[in-house]
């Protein structure tokens, strides 16, 4: 037996990620991918670049010594090799470029800016063959702080994909015009036949945190009944009381509405009566890509 260690480090809009796989390789067995640590740090670069259109010194600081933190950890615990990506926040910032080389000369760590067809890529090279059948269609919805993916699978293939500046960050900050709604709707309309039968997969730490609230066990879906009441539920109360009363963290508690509004206008567009939420993305992406290069 064979333990490597795999490392991917998401840059978002709404928050920084490490995480740390270990991949073991067995001779005539399949190869499996286990987390070993999840790192996440509440660096919310989206108000900065969606708003001010530059990352400020003050998140700048703040990714440097997040980056330097993750260094460290990735040295802890004999890292093999790593991939570093950040998404809309800094594709669309200004300094973005500089922000990258500022990180690089003072943690060591190479971040590479990627597009939302890269992003949408990456997340679609995850293992979600397990839950893809060729009987119906499959919406893989990714919610992101600045954007968010959108994959159909057809016949259990990768059918079309694509990546729409909707993200919980923008939503907050009322940066999502209804024409981006309805674009959305438009594409999951023309791309999917109506009246198929279609069921959502849903990534993101949002989603998680939902089925996580909804008491179901690992691979049991949340309906889109249950997360519409939810929903309601959640908009009804005030910011400080999702967090005293339900226990959310501050960078959790107002994202998790938007979020829950693009899962529902994905459902409500598709059809789909059933989400999936098997918690993997961007990160579990890129360790598989690692690997395979």
Not at 157 to 178: A, C, E, H, P
Not at 202 to 217: A, E, P, V, W, Y
Not at 219 to 240: D, T
Request: charge should be positive; aromatic fraction near 8%.
């Amino acid at each position: 037996m064979v333990i490597r260690k795999f490392a991917a480090i998401d840059i978002g809009s709404n928050a920084v990620r490490l995480l740390i796989n270990n991949v073991i390789e067995q001779e005539d067995k399949p190869t499996v991918f286990k987390k070993s640590e999840l790192v996440r740090v509440p660096v919310r670069l989206g108000e900065d670049s969606f708003l001010r259109g530059h990352i400020s010194e003050k998140n700048l600081e703040r990714l440097v010594m997040t980056m330097q933190s993750f260094e460290l950890l990735m040295q802890v615990y004999s890292v093999e090799k790593y991939m570093a990506c950040a998404t809309s926040a800094l594709r669309e910032a200004k300094n973005g470029q500089e922000v990258v080389e500022a990180i690089q000369k003072k943690s060591g760590i190479k971040i590479d800016i990627i597009d939302g067809k890269q992003e949408a890529a990456i997340i679609a090279s995850t293992d979600l063959k397990d839950l893809i059948k060729k009987d119906r269609y499959f919406l893989y919805v990714d919610v992101g702080g600045g954007s968010t993916e959108f994959t159909i699978f057809a016949k259990g293939q990768l059918y079309m994909s694509r990546s729409f500046k909707v993200g919980t960050v923008r939503i907050l900050n009322k940066l999502v015009d209804d024409s981006v709604w309805d674009e959305i709707e438009e594409w999951i309309t023309t791309y999917i036949e109506p009246d198929s039968r279609v069921e959502i997969i849903g990534s993101g730490g949002n989603i998680n945190k939902l089925h996580k609230m909804s008491g179901r066990k690992t691979g049991q879906p949340l309906s889109y009944i249950w997360l519409n009441a939810q929903y309601h539920f959640l908009n009804s109360m005030a910011y400080e009381d999702r967090i005293s009363e339900l226990g959310l963290n501050q960078d959790r508690a107002d994202v998790i509405i938007p979020a829950s509004r693009i899962f529902l206008n994905a459902a409500k567009w598709s059809g789909a009566k059933k989400i999936h939420v098997p918690k993997i993305g961007l990160a579990d992406g890129m360790i598989k890509t690692l690997y395979s290069l």
